[in-house]
């Protein structure tokens, strides 16, 4: 069968991989050139972009913009003017769009894959070309959204539910506009296809490697216990200090020797007994050392918890709560362990701290999930014939 040339529009480039929305796209588009599928790639990029061009050039033909997103004040003049959300508008830029008309002005392309709403307005012109556009929604955004409003103080709570609200308009109109749209969990696929009945909206799981070496295990603590925390993304930085004030000092009361060790962003945990900070690392691999437990306390209801993906393969065992385990199909005991308070988070370290078997039996049952659920070669299988059918139809 004739491999395909696809055209890649992103709202940032995917080297270097360091956060989960970058892993996700390169992941994809290596999986898609192994199977011989040609991929141009149009992203703005600034920085080190000669550096980044060399990294991307074994797998895509990358188109790097010299652009950056809009200031928030252009992003709310871009969304008053165009009627869109204002983190739409933020990623709406001119230099991106005609560099992609000049890509499908030269007939090559056989379909367009935007990578997240946020790209979707700089696809525009494919439909005047007749090209195919399959939207891959890494979230329900307008739920994130909906959810965030919980982490606001009160004056920007209001401009944020508004946001929210405006960003399940603009999903509506890509599900009612676009050939089909993929989410990357079922949960997200059943809240997608309830905005618009009758649209096409599949299930394409994130590709991830089932195994991949972890850090040398010497961080302190017995266990020693990871989590990971966003600078950026309040809920996160939220949870993590819910963990860190409530929730551990229960374990340490079970187990004196337990550490725990929050990589990212954290506001006045320095002084926590029994908890050590680290900067956000540059390689993802040092906040998975061997020795250690990774835990994931709650997190918002949509998209893929792609550091759990990484600790599976990292073979590290796995701690996060039930809405987590829901998400990424897993049984507790058997892939993972589920806490649901204070309790619950020392019971199951202290198993896993005094089990090996159980350590080992985690570690193996979730390298078994990545390669039934998230092999990287079958999920280009499956966008490959999405894509074909989309051409077709």
């Not at 141009?40 to 033909?61: F, G, K, M, N, Y």
């Not at 696809?123 to 399959?134: K, N, Y």
């Not at 949960?187 to 905005?195: E, H, K, N, T």
């Amino acid at each position: 069968m004739r491999p395909l040339r696809v055209l890649v529009v992103a709202t940032k480039a995917p080297w270097p991989p360091v956060d989960g929305g970058r892993v996700v796209l390169l992941n994809t588009i290596e999986a898609l050139a192994e199977q011989g599928h040609r991929i141009d790639l149009v992203a703005p990029c600034i920085d080190d972009r000669d550096e980044i061009t060399a990294s991307l050039e074994p797998i895509c033909t990358p188109h790097l913009v010299a652009a950056q997103p809009r200031s928030v004040f252009g992003s709310i003049v871009g969304a008053v003017t165009c009627g869109v959300p204002v983190t739409v508008a933020r990623h709406t830029i001119p230099a991106v769009r005609r560099t992609v008309e000049t890509i499908l002005k030269a007939g090559a392309t056989d379909v367009v894959h935007a990578e997240q709403l946020h790209a979707l307005a700089q696809t525009g012109s494919a439909q005047s070309f007749g090209v195919p556009v399959v939207h891959r929604a890494h979230n329900v955004e307008g739920r994130l959204w909906a959810y965030s409003t919980g982490h606001r103080g009160p004056l920007t709570r209001p401009l944020v539910a508004f946001e929210a609200r405006r960003m399940s308009a603009c999903e509506s109109a890509a599900l009612a506009t676009t050939a089909c749209t993929v989410a990357l969990t079922e949960p997200d696929r059943r809240a997608l296809a309830d905005l618009v009945p009758g649209a096409t909206v599949h299930t394409i799981p994130a590709p991830f490697a089932a195994e991949l070496p972890a850090a040398p295990g010497d961080l302190e603590g017995s266990p020693a216990v990871v989590t990971l925390s966003s600078a950026t993304w309040a809920p996160s930085r939220d949870a993590v200090d819910r963990l860190a004030r409530t929730i551990w000092p229960t374990v340490r009361r079970r187990l004196p020797a337990a550490v725990l060790h929050v990589f990212g962003g954290g506001r006045g945990l320095d002084d926590l007994d029994g908890v050590v900070r680290h900067p956000s690392p540059a390689d993802s691999r040092t906040a998975f050392p061997e020795n250690a437990v990774v835990v994931i306390p709650e997190r918002h209801p949509t998209g893929v918890p792609m550091k759990a993906l990484e600790a599976w393969a990292r073979g590290l065992p796995l701690l996060v709560d039930g809405p987590t385990a829901e998400i990424l199909g897993a049984e507790d005991g058997v892939e993972l362990l589920v806490a649901h308070d204070a309790d619950g988070y020392a019971r199951a370290l202290a198993r896993v701290a005094a089990d090996d078997d159980l350590r080992r039996s985690l570690i193996a049952a979730g390298r078994r999930k990545l390669r039934d659920n998230h092999d990287p070669a079958a999920v280009a299988d499956h966008l490959a014939r999405l894509y074909r059918w989309a051409v077709e139809r």
